[in-house]
């Protein structure tokens, strides 16, 4: 059974840092994409960064490029979301998903509803 677990959330001013962690189990990494996913209050849920076990290809959406960066230890079965310069823009609840690959991972990060395996989310505010 996939299980996906994430931690690191929190509250932080405008141009602070913060590191999500997404704990995962239940399937073979090296098969699938692993992403974080944001949703914002009366918005629609978007694939922010995504990443590949098998080549570690990497996307990100063009809002966050330059600022966040993900990476995966697969020895510890961790996906980290690294996110630098927070934007009050930023604030959302972060979602920790996976997917069997079938296409670039840009492709798929573009494509929440591919994604059937979720965390239960965590809450980042960017706030002064």
């Known amino acids: 059974q996939v299980q996906l677990v994430e931690s690191g959330g929190g509250l932080v001013q405008p141009g602070g840092s913060l590191r999500l962690s997404c704990a995962a189990s239940?399937?073979?990494?090296?098969?699938?994409?692993i992403g974080w996913f944001r949703q914002a209050p009366g918005k629609e849920r978007e694939g922010v960064s995504c990443i590949s076990d098998k080549d570690g290809d990497t996307y990100h959406l063009d809002s966050v490029k330059g600022r966040f960066t993900i990476s995966r230890d697969s020895s510890k079965n961790i996906v980290s979301l690294e996110m630098n310069s927070l934007k009050p823009e930023d604030t959302a609840i972060y979602y920790c998903a996976a997917a069997a690959r079938f296409t670039t991972v840009q492709g798929m990060c573009a494509m929440t509803q591919v994604f059937h395996n979720w965390g239960q989310g965590t809450q980042v505010t960017v706030s002064s």
């Open positions: 239940g399937f073979t990494w090296r098969y699938y994409v």
